[in-house]
Nanobody
């Protein structure tokens, strides 16, 4: 049984930083491509970042344009934990943040060119909330 548990959300002022964590179990974490999504009130869930589980791709990472240069996704395979380092936070980053993984391996590249669709991911955590005040 796959379980994904996010933590690290909170309230910060604009320009601040947060690091989100996602503890994973029940999947071959080291080989899994995984992503971060977010959903603001009244908006659709959107992909934020994805990282590849295939070492041959040098763990390629992709980001939504809105967070590129500010957010960094990473995996610690020894701890089965996915991270999202968020810097220079803006009020528009306020949302519930979720980590997710596909049931079968998909390259981060293929997930990215499909627009980081939530429907391409099968396993989801419960989310952690981030509030950025101006």
């Amino acid at each position: 049984q796959v379980q994904l548990v996010e933590s690290g959300g909170g309230s910060v002022q604009a320009g601040g930083s947060l690091r989100l964590s996602c503890a994973a179990s029940g999947l071959t974490f080291s080989a899994a491509s995984m992503g971060w999504f977010r959903q603001a009130p009244g908006k659709e869930r959107e992909g934020v970042a994805v990282t590849d589980g295939n070492r041959e791709t040098s763990y390629a990472d992709y980001y939504a344009d809105s967070v590129k240069g500010r957010f960094t996704i990473s995996k610690d395979n020894a701890k089965n934990t996915l991270y999202l380092e968020m810097n220079s936070l803006k009020p528009e980053d306020t949302a519930m943040y979720y980590c997710a993984a596909p049931r079968l391996y998909r390259s981060a590249y293929s997930l990215q060119i499909r627009g980081l669709r939530p429907t391409d991911f099968d396993f989801w955590g419960q989310g952690t909330h981030v509030t950025v005040s101006s």
